[in-house]
């Protein structure tokens, strides 16, 4: 069994930054690609961004320029650092990773259990 476990969510004020974090733990043999969605109250999850294992890194639109993703594959850990972080990135942030337990088996996508992240105007 595999587990993402996120950290760093909080409150902010606008123009503020947090980093958020995501260790994985359990049978891993490889991690793909790693991620971060969002979830804001009655609006559905969206991509945020993500970074395969060899560090190419995909971002939407609204948080280009402002937030950063990065990964330490020894440790299994995703990163995002969000800057000049605005009212509207307020939301429920969730780790996803794709891994495989042994070098034949197949992929699957873990999720995390969501972090929050208010941003105050």
């Known amino acids: 069994q595999v587990q993402l476990v996120e950290s760093g969510g909080g409150l902010v004020e606008a123009g503020g930054s947090l980093r958020l974090s995501c260790a994985a733990s359990?049978?891993?043999?490889?991690?793909?690609?790693m991620g971060w969605y969002r979830q804001a109250p009655g609006k559905q999850r969206e991509l945020v961004a993500n970074i395969s294992n060899g560090g190419s890194t995909n971002y939407a639109d609204s948080v280009k320029g402002r937030f950063t993703i990065s990964r330490d594959n020894a440790k299994n850990t995703v990163y995002l650092q969000m800057n000049s972080l605005k009212p509207e990135d307020t939301a429920v942030y969730y780790c996803?990773?794709?891994?495989?337990?042994?070098?034949?088996?197949?992929?699957?996508?873990?999720w995390g259990q969501g972090t929050l992240v208010t941003v105050s105007s």
């Open positions: 359990g049978s891993i043999f490889r991690i793909n690609s």
């Open positions: 996803t990773a794709l891994v495989r337990n042994c070098l034949l088996c197949p992929y699957f996508e873990v």
